[in-house]
């Protein structure tokens, strides 16, 4: 990692080598002046507490919010970070990103083809970074919502569908959203599915690297 890097990882405030936490960065982005903007999720073994809140400092700031007993999300805003740059004039996605010792982060990569990932890899070794190709396939579209599964669910999250009471049942919905109750339940079913594969697999990479 080159001198003047600093990774979004390290702007979280906790220990990320004690062994009852562990972190995973979900989604990078970069703005029009160079900062990185990442979202990190932050996993305990239930006894260690996290500090909520805002921390800044002349690096960026880092806002984490408590979820539940064991899980936690940081919002990062990197002054330093070129990596999300590259990412991002590369036109590939970073779906992921977990830590595997001080210096090593494994990432798993999207792009439209290998040949852009390739660019991408090449990239990051011109401006000093030590990068190894682990393997490599299609974006399954598994993985995705379609456009209609985020419209639906999206719009049942705005709309109190989720919360605890809910503020709004399926039948409600479907009449604001102009569909029938036995599509929006499958389609809010399946991507309610993908969203929680996702998690739990997310959650179990994470704890194997403890």
């Given at each position: 990692?080159?001198?003047?890097?600093?990774?979004?990882?390290?702007?979280?405030?906790?220990?990320?080598?004690?062994?009852?936490?562990?972190?995973?960065?979900?989604?990078?982005?970069?703005?029009e002046d160079g900062e990185g903007i990442s979202m990190i999720r932050i996993f305990t073994d239930g006894k260690t507490e996290i500090p909520e809140g805002v921390t800044s400092t002349d690096l960026g700031d880092c806002t984490i919010e408590r979820i539940s007993s064991t899980h936690y999300t940081a919002m990062v805003t990197n002054r330093s970070c070129y990596i999300c740059s590259l990412i991002s004039k590369s036109k590939c996605f970073l779906m992921s990103s977990v830590p595997v010792d001080g210096n090593i982060v494994e990432w798993?990569?999207?792009?439209?083809d290998s040949v852009t990932v390739h660019k991408l890899i090449a990239s990051l070794k011109e401006y000093g970074y030590r990068v190894k190709f682990q393997a490599g396939g299609k974006f399954g579209d598994d993985m995705t919502l379609t456009p209609k599964e985020e419209k639906y669910l999206k719009a049942?999250?705005?709309?109190?569908?989720?919360?605890?009471?809910?503020?709004?049942?399926l039948d409600a919905l479907c009449e604001i959203l102009g569909c029938s109750k036995s599509t929006l339940n499958v389609a809010l079913r399946t991507a309610e599915r993908k969203l929680i594969c996702n998690y739990i697999d997310g959650s179990d990479k994470s704890a194997r690297r403890n």
């Open positions: 990692m080159p001198y003047e890097e600093h990774p979004c990882r390290k702007m979280v405030p906790v220990d990320h080598t004690n062994d009852g936490i562990s972190l995973q960065v979900l989604k990078c982005s970069s703005t798993t990569i999207a792009g439209p049942a999250f705005d709309r109190g569908y989720y919360n605890v009471p809910r503020r709004m049942d």
